[in-house]
């Protein structure tokens, strides 16, 4: 089993940064594809971004793409979503996921664990 903490969520003005970060346990950490989603209330969970394991390839939603950052620190057990040029509609709960498949692929199903989520809002 493994589990995921989320951490780092707040409230940012549009055009701000933020950067969080996602704990995991349980499991070897570079065994593991990790992602991010993200979802607002009435919609479904959006794909954000993901690492493959080890960390080798990264993917993005096309509407994060050269603003949102993914890293992993193999040897801290920590994912990373850096956040830049936040815009309103990036507003969301942010969910961490891992799953044991290779690729970064941007497939909710793809990934077996879920972190509890981390709200982030953005003011405009």
């Known amino acids: 089993q493994v589990q995921l903490v989320e951490s780092g969520g707040g409230v940012v003005q549009a055009g701000g940064s933020l950067k969080l970060s996602c704990a995991a346990s349980?499991?070897?950490?570079?065994?593991?594809?990790m992602a991010w989603f993200r979802q607002t209330p009435g919609k479904e969970r959006e794909f954000v971004g993901a690492?493959?394991?080890?960390?080798?390839?990264?993917s993005y939603a096309g509407s994060v793409k050269g603003r949102f950052t993914i890293s992993r620190d193999n040897a801290k057990n920590t994912v990373y979503l850096q956040m830049d040029s936040l815009k309103f509609e990036d507003t969301a709960v942010y969910y961490c996921?891992?799953?044991?498949?290779?690729?970064?692929?941007?497939?909710?199903?793809?990934?077996?664990?879920w972190g509890q989520g981390t709200q982030v809002t953005v003011s405009s």
């Open positions: 996921a891992a799953g044991l498949r290779y690729a970064a692929t941007m497939e909710a199903r793809a990934y077996l664990y």
């Open positions: 349980g499991r070897t950490f570079s065994s593991l594809s």
């Open positions: 690492s493959s394991r080890p960390g080798v390839t990264t």
